[in-house]
């Protein structure tokens, strides 16, 4: 019997599973054993499950693994908590870190206990206004690979009915984020990998915004990779200044901070809360 013994962590409301490989050294992952343990019915439940693992030259590698099992891009919100998972399991003796995630280095800092800034790459790609059909209209939509894909919508850009050419969302809590953001993901302009699909709303220079996960299907608490993109969109579109306050789904807040240097955006970072919320074990075989 193979016992794995886990840590549920959330970054901003995105839940984790994180598996440390020091306490697990015969644990394998699979598709199947990532969406079982991830299942908020049948499972532990999460938005996504973490291997940690010691690195040469590094403190740690992160390995990411969406709930359905898939892989393939960069986790913010998940990277800030991989980066306090290090601390206190021992993998830190200063504030910084590097860590190596999918063969690339990344950086960031412990600011205060469970406030934790994580250093992402420039963005591999921006394109602002263009037309996605969607909800039975033609919506207004920008675009940021911030490590993951994105979608940025205005929610005063999308229509509560087409019969009312004057009638637009005002509230994003009335946006159905599940209902477009699913049409959008699986939009041919975006296959075959698919497309996370943000929608804010920005009030008293604030953004306030809730995401379509690709790999979750579904609406998730917070997007730290959608909280950068939004932000870059943001400036872009709104001239809406660095550092950006977002408040998430959840009710949390994020930091997104950057410079623009020559028309490229670099120092990219992300800034928010990380914290443990439970530790427990679980026999594998219940998950075969």
Same mark, same amino acid.
């Given at each position: 019997m193979e016992i794995i013994y886990f840590t549920k962590m959330s970054g901003a409301g995105n839940d984790f599973i994180f598996i440390d490989m020091k306490l697990n050294p015969a644990f394998f992952v699979s598709s199947g054993i990532v969406s079982k343990l991830c299942s908020r019915r049948t499972g532990i439940g999460a938005d996504? *499950?973490?291997?940690?693992?010691?690195? !040469?030259?590094?403190n740690f590698e992160m390995s990411y693994y969406n709930a359905d099992g898939s892989t393939g891009? *960069? +986790?913010?919100?998940? !990277?800030? +908590? !991989?980066?306090? %998972?290090?601390? /206190?399991?021992?993998?830190? #003796? $200063?504030?910084?870190?590097? @860590? /190596?995630?999918?063969?690339?280095?990344?950086?960031?800092?412990?600011?205060?206990?469970?406030?934790?800034? @994580?250093?992402?790459?420039?963005?591999?790609? /921006?394109? +602002? #206004? %263009?037309?996605i059909k969607a909800y039975g209209q033609l919506i207004n939509a920008s675009f940021a690979d911030t490590g993951s894909p994105h979608v940025v919508i205005s929610i005063s850009d999308v229509l509560k009915n087409t019969r009312d050419p004057k009638f637009f969302f005002t509230e994003i809590s009335e946006i159905p984020v599940y209902q477009i953001g699913k049409e959008i993901r699986y939009c041919d302009d975006f296959a075959p990998d698919g497309t996370n699909v943000n929608f804010v709303s920005i009030v008293n220079d604030e953004i306030h915004i809730r995401t379509y996960e690709r790999g979750v299907e579904d609406? $998730?608490?917070? +997007?730290g990779t959608g909280a950068a993109a939004a932000s870059l969109i943001s400036f872009v579109n709104e001239n809406l200044k660095p550092p950006v306050t977002l408040i998430t789904?959840?009710?949390?807040?994020?930091?997104?901070d950057f410079e623009v240097e020559n028309k490229k955006v670099k120092n990219l970072s992300l800034t928010g809360p990380a914290k443990v919320i439970f530790e427990g074990s679980t026999?594998? #075989? *219940? @998950?075969?």
């Open positions: 996504g *499950l973490i291997i940690i693992d010691d690195a !040469a030259n590094y891009s *960069l +986790c913010g919100n998940g !990277a800030r +908590c !991989a980066i306090w %998972f290090a601390r /206190i399991s021992g993998r830190m #003796n $200063t504030e910084k870190v590097k @860590f /190596i995630s999918k063969g690339k280095e990344y950086s960031g800092e412990v600011i205060e206990d469970e406030l934790i800034k @994580f250093n992402l790459h420039s963005p591999k790609k /921006i394109k +602002c #206004n %263009f037309k609406e $998730t608490l917070a +997007c789904k959840g009710g949390e807040k994020l930091i997104v026999n594998r #075989n *219940l @998950f075969i």
